[in-house]
């Protein structure tokens, strides 16, 4: 059977500007992030700072805007002094949230090292785990303070004359979960955080800080937490973080390849938290929704065990999701789902970047290779440029045990005035059937914005690119042997007609999208 489902744009109804801070993705000191992962000195590719180049490559590929750093659960147990300096002083710990030992031969030096050879903008996180105030102060002015005073001299010292000019810092790590070192009840943390938060911004008002969310919708306190850290800290604060990981539960695939609908409903009842306190104070400002850790989980496959005991290893071998076809359709989905919500989700970033459950993983010595969730992340962030519009969705259903009913149809577009692309990120989440899909482009036609767009009235379409990520095993993957097994390939079965004659031009596209499968096709104004 064939659905067929309807998509409704008009250039002129958006919901706001594509950010590139969408595309964010994190780093933590966990597993192999970090250690073989993006630094590893001994590898062939490695630089003279021990920066994995091959990685670094395939990094700048993926489009990464921002990325998080230290953690994740590490930094609640994390003294940042530990990390600078000479190699040899540094001393060895263990690192209590993963059970595993931490060298420091990589710190905060090492990051934005690396993070200017990324080409990324730099988000990083203080410990209020197991520390404070004083702390968050310190790392501040190691990483952004003018030479003159102590800790900016230091900086300076280790070969970094010029302040980092670090802007997005996150005011600890999930600390709402009992898993967190040194958690503790919505109040005691809402005070802590709102109190550090002042005092950073007297030592810098431009800085944009985050505060702890939850860290997911599930947790008993969700909500209750949200409302707790506004009231303490509504004026000192920038944003409120958002955590997700989905995977296939139990076999139930049609519930997971409906995640999105998931991450609607969480960004919306932030979002009416956070407004419902800005009532009750009356303030102007809206506080925005970092959602600085999402992703799936694989469901299949051997990731690695965290060690436990009396195993304490460097760099353990954990978390390292291999993912399928099927799960690049449910990232494709969720990247949809942040553009959606783009007026109130100022930040993102995939959890992780590199082997814990990443879109590029490596082999110690050996290969570096993009997984299947490597390339819709790639295609979105490439190609989805100027507005978000409102996309109105007019799709049959599908059913699922964990949503009732979802739209078989999940999709965004995004129209750049300026050079007149149009692109548009679908998902069909049947896991059966194929979906027609049928855009009506006339609103682009209409006389006004062809004139806008220096056409003279006239503003049809001519297809740029049509791709598709679907194999008829959802489960396929790639891996270092067979890196190229999941990619996205050309999407046949796409038509764009252009009509108008004298008239102004009206565009329809038509596609046919197989179950289980994301689509990118972008479409280039004619003048
Ligand atoms: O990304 C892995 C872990 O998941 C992070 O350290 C933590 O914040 C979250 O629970």
Redesign the pocket.
């Given at each position: 059977m064939t659905l067929h489902a309807a998509v409704h744009l008009h250039p002129r109804l958006a919901v706001g500007p594509v950010r590139r801070r969408t595309f964010g993705s994190?780093v933590?000191h966990?597993a192999r992030c970090v250690y073989t992962g993006i630094f590893e000195p001994d590898h062939p590719s490695a630089d003279a700072d021990g920066l994995r180049t091959d990685v670094l490559e395939l990094v700048r590929e993926l489009g990464v805007s921002s990325v998080r750093y230290p953690?994740?659960?590490?930094v609640s147990g994390y003294r940042w002094e530990d990390g600078v300096g000479p190699r040899e002083h540094r001393p060895v710990r263990r690192d209590l949230?993963w059970h595993s030992t931490e060298t420091n031969a990589f710190g905060l030096d090492e990051f934005m090292t690396w993070a200017d050879a990324a080409d990324v903008e730099p988000m990083y996180a203080v410990n209020l785990g197991t520390r404070g105030t004083q702390e968050a102060l310190d790392v501040l002015e190691y990483a952004n303070g003018s030479v003159g005073t102590d800790l900016a001299d230091h900086r300076a010292l280790n070969g970094h004359a010029e302040p980092y000019g670090i802007r997005m810092w996150c005011l600890g790590?999930?600390m709402d979960?009992p898993?967190q070192l040194g958690h503790v009840p919505a109040r005691d943390y809402a005070v802590l955080a709102a109190e550090t938060a002042r005092a950073m911004r007297r030592a810098d008002p431009d800085l944009e800080l985050v505060a702890c969310g939850s860290?997911h919708a599930g947790m008993p306190t969700f909500g209750a937490w949200e409302q707790a850290v506004l009231e303490a800290g509504y004026d000192a604060i920038d944003m409120l973080s958002a955590?997700v990981?989905y995977r296939e539960e139990d076999g139930d695939q049609a519930s997971y390849l409906a995640s999105a609908d998931d991450m609607d409903a969480y960004i919306d009842a932030v979002v009416a938290t956070s407004d419902h306190v800005r009532a009750l104070r009356g303030a102007d400002r809206r506080i925005m929704i970092s959602f600085d850790?999402w992703n799936v989980a694989a469901s299949r496959g051997d990731a690695g065990k965290e060690p436990s005991g009396s195993d304490w290893p460097v760099a353990p071998r954990f978390?390292e999701s291999t993912y399928s076809a099927q799960d690049a359709v449910v990232v494709g989905s969720l990247l949809i789902s942040l553009l959606r919500h783009t007026d109130r989700v100022a930040s993102a970033s995939q959890?992780?970047l590199v082997n814990?459950?990443a879109p590029i993983r490596t082999e110690v010595g050996g290969a570096a290779w993009r997984q299947s969730i490597f390339h819709p992340f790639a295609l979105t962030s490439r190609h989805a440029r100027g507005q978000v519009l409102v996309t109105g969705v007019d799709s049959p259903a599908v059913e699922n045990s964990r949503f009732g009913e979802s739209a078989a149809l999940y999709s965004v577009a995004t129209w750049d005035e300026e050079t007149g692309q149009l692109a548009v990120f679908a998902v069909n989440r049947s896991g059966a059937d194929a979906l027609e899909l049928d855009m009506d482009l006339a609103a682009f036609g209409d006389a006004d914005v062809g004139e806008r767009a220096g056409g003279g009235g006239h503003a049809g379409f001519e297809l740029a690119d049509a791709v598709l990520l679907h194999e008829d095993d959802p489960h396929r993957t790639n891996s270092a042997r067979r890196p190229d097994r999941v990619v996205p390939h050309p999407l046949q079965d796409v038509t764009l007609e252009n009509t108008g004659g004298d008239a102004p031009a009206s565009s329809r596209l038509t596609a046919t999208l197989p179950p289980i499968s994301w689509t990118m096709i972008r479409l280039q104004r004619t003048r």
């Open positions: 994190f933590e966990m953690g994740g659960n590490f949230a790590n999930e979960g898993w860290s955590h990981y850790e978390a959890a992780q814990v459950l």
